[in-house]
């Protein structure tokens, strides 16, 4: 018999898991002085020294290795752009992760094209056979998600990609400070797209970056995000080659107004010091919550990747042996300590595929590995904020609930 007794006036909640990570005081001061003169447009400067956005962008490209990096409004808008940039037409097939957020199929139904979703693993990476089963002569793009920051084998996708004539973009909204053999996540393919949404390691509420290495996708981008006359000339350059393709490109590109405000910016620029010491505290946290978790033979952890370092703000984790009526009392029995489990399986989450019913003919995608694992699949958040003794705490009350569940 399940024990559904839910506690209806508990003390306390255990643990605070929906805090967000606030902005460090000189962003908050450097915010303040622009709004205070009015300088929140990303060109009322005269010269890139002088542009809080512009000064971000060389920051943040320095910080995770790429030649050019971008900022925009959202990650979305930044995964929309990098399919335009590559040429991606209405009717063209895409293939992505279907273990995602409904953002990056978003991303390929605004640019008209149609998403082909691929298997994931038990680790929640892309399926390689699957994907290589997907790629037709029809194929023109992987947008590949490492969705909560859990990194896919990507010398495999890669090698793939380059066999079959595939252009790679990776969605890395949660892979800040994450690298695969010592290369940061987003410097695989032709552009790798991040997000500074508040639930994200860097915060300034919206907002997103682009990184590439490659001249024509940054010229484009410049032009698409919403520059205008020769406003490129207050970006960072650093080539005459690159000067000539904005001039070629200038009349032909849309402007859709995807810029980044300077206020946006310095909030930013005054996290990017800060974020080795934030993956450092994250991951201390997620290990210590691991070896917890890991005594009980109800949860299956994903496998550590060795090639892979991750900075993981969250945890996730897949329940064995449990019915789904066992499953829901386990999270009854959890949210009055505060412990808000989201199971990606479930009706109407946003990250499960199901529930993308913009894509024509969802209902007849069939992703059995996908859909069965997501079905268990917990997801939790684990802010900065967090002690080693509320991760002992957390840890200490989903064991003992699961115990109270199963037994």
Avoid at 121 to 129: G, L
Avoid at 182 to 198: E, W
Wanted: charged share 20%.
């Amino acid at each position: 018999m399940i024990k559904t007794d839910i506690p209806t006036a508990p003390p306390r909640p255990v643990v605070n898991l929906h805090s967000f990570d606030p902005i460090p005081d000189a962003g908050i001061r450097r915010a303040t002085e622009l709004m205070e003169k009015g300088l929140l447009y990303r060109y009322s400067c005269s010269e890139p020294e002088d542009s809080e956005v512009a000064l971000l962008e060389k920051e943040f490209a320095k910080y995770v290795g790429a030649r050019f990096a971008i900022t925009v409004n959202s990650c979305g808008s930044a995964l929309y752009l990098s399919l335009l940039c590559l040429g991606v037409k209405p009717g063209d097939k895409v293939l992505s992760s279907a273990f995602t957020y409904t953002a990056v199929p978003s991303a390929i139904v605004h640019a008209g094209a149609k998403p082909v979703l691929v298997e994931c693993t038990r680790d929640y990476c892309i399926d390689t056979e699957d994907l290589r089963e997907k790629i037709t002569a029809e194929t023109k793009v992987l947008l590949i998600s490492h969705m909560r920051g859990h990194v896919s084998e990507m010398d495999e996708v890669v090698n793939i990609c380059e066999e079959k004539g595939v252009k790679l973009v990776e969605d890395c909204a949660h892979s800040h400070c994450v690298t695969y053999n010592g290369t940061h996540t987003g410097l695989f393919g032709s552009a790798g797209c991040f997000s500074t949404q508040s639930h994200k390691m860097m915060n300034s509420g919206e907002g997103g970056f682009l990184i590439t290495n490659d001249e024509e996708i940054i010229a484009k981008m410049i032009l698409y995000t919403g520059s205008q006359e020769t406003f490129w000339r207050k970006h960072f350059l650093g080539s005459q080659s690159l000067e000539d393709l904005l001039s070629k490109y200038q009349e032909l590109i849309p402007n859709l107004s995807m810029r980044m405000s300077n206020a946006a910016a310095a909030m930013l620029r005054s996290q990017i010091p800060l974020m080795e010491g934030w993956a450092t505290t994250y991951s201390r946290n997620y290990n210590a919550l691991v070896d917890i978790l890991s005594e009980s033979e109800y949860i299956e952890l994903p496998t550590p990747n060795p090639k892979v370092r991750r900075a993981p703000n969250t945890i996730q984790f897949n329940l064995l042996g449990m019915d789904m009526a066992k499953v829901d009392a386990f999270l009854k029995y959890l949210s009055p300590y505060g412990i808000n489990i989201k199971m990606f399986g479930a009706k109407g989450n946003p990250r499960l595929f199901k529930s993308w019913k913009y894509i024509n003919g969802i209902e007849n995608v069939h992703l059995p590995r996908t859909e069965s694992l997501l079905l268990y699949a917990c997801d939790l958040p684990l802010p900065l904020s967090l002690t080693q003794e509320s991760i002992e705490l957390l840890g200490e009350k989903i064991l003992e609930t699961l115990k109270r569940v199963m037994d």
